[in-house]
Nanobody, 120 residues
């Protein structure tokens, strides 16, 4: 069993900041990629930011320069620092990992999501 628990979402005014955290636990042998996705009402889920086990990062164009993804490999945590938030950043944010687990299977695991609301 693998569990991902996100925290840090909430309501913030435009221009403000939030930091999301995601803790992965369970029968995990190795985590390859970790990432954050978001889904706004009526829209498809989209990639926000991703980070490889080696620290290479990738960002959606809409968040470049404002969001920063990081990870703690020792603790199996991934973070998303969000600055200069805009109302269009409002969405449910999901953590995802691509990992090798105790069943010797490599697959994706998702968190339950955390709401981020940015007021104008």
């Amino acid at each position: 069993q693998v569990q991902l628990v996100e925290s840090g979402g909430g309501l913030v005014q435009a221009g403000g900041s939030l930091k999301l955290s995601c803790a992965a636990s369970g029968s995990i042998f190795s985590i390859y990629d970790m990432g954050w996705y978001r889904q706004a009402p009526g829209k498809q889920r989209e990639l926000v930011a991703a980070i490889t086990s080696g620290g290479t990062t990738n960002y959606a164009d809409s968040v470049k320069g404002r969001f920063t993804i990081s990870r703690d490999n020792a603790k199996n945590w991934v973070y998303l620092q969000m600055n200069s938030l805009k109302p269009e950043d409002t969405a449910v944010y999901y953590c995802k990992i691509h990992a090798l687990t105790g069943k010797f299977v490599v697959q994706d695991y998702w968190g339950q999501g955390t709401q981020v609301t940015v007021s104008s």
